[in-house]
């Protein structure tokens, strides 16, 4: 044997101790560095896309199919249920396709403890001259692109977190839709 490589030895790698230090000073780190994220708001943001999104798809069926498209709120469980109304008398038949959606990341419609869009105390989770469509208030997306009744509907993840609320509203001659959130003061529009 060579005499010079059995006496010098090479070290590779890290020791335990050394890589238990640069573990703790990455987090130390990493603990003043990464904002604190709430990520309850960005959930309860895509409950509220989706339940616009499916309003807006309901008026465009609406208008593409030529056929009235009834969307009931189903409190109970938390989701929408969406009746495309073939002949048109507003009522859900055998014949009717239906479709239900539940609300994304635990979302729930519930009525906001504070003043609603227009200012007034809400009664429920809803605003508006709601029909009753078998057993549920509903709105009614005509063929022409105008909705039953203006409506406005509010949703959260935790009722008891004031901010966390979003209300989506529908105007009845257009059928336009839009978001807002409870800003802490105020219910401030949302950028689509």
């Not at 509220?48 to 465009?60: G, H, K």
């Amino acid at each position: 044997m060579n005499r010079h490589t059995t006496a010098r030895r090479i070290d590779r790698g890290f020791t335990v101790i050394e890589l238990l230090m640069v573990v703790s000073i990455i987090s130390i780190i990493a603990a003043f560095a990464i904002p604190r994220i709430d990520l309850t708001r960005y959930r309860t943001d895509a409950a509220a896309r989706l339940v616009r999104t499916l309003l807006m798809a309901s008026n465009r069926n609406a208008i593409t199919r030529q056929s009235n498209v009834i969307v009931s709120i189903d409190t109970v469980y938390s989701r929408l249920r969406i009746v495309q109304d073939y002949n048109n008398n507003d009522t859900l038949n055998t014949a009717d396709w239906t479709q239900f959606r539940a609300l994304a990341d635990g979302g729930k419609f519930r009525r906001p403890t504070m003043n609603g869009l227009n200012g007034t105390s809400v009664s429920a989770a809803w605003e508006g001259s709601m029909r009753t469509v078998s057993a549920m208030p509903s709105i009614i997306f005509r063929r022409d692109g105008s909705a039953s009744t203006d409506m406005v509907l509010y949703l959260t993840i935790r009722p008891s977190v004031p901010t966390d609320y979003r209300a989506i509203s529908v105007v009845a001659n257009t059928g336009r839709t839009d978001m807002y959130r409870w800003s802490g003061a105020a219910w401030v529009r949302m950028s689509q």
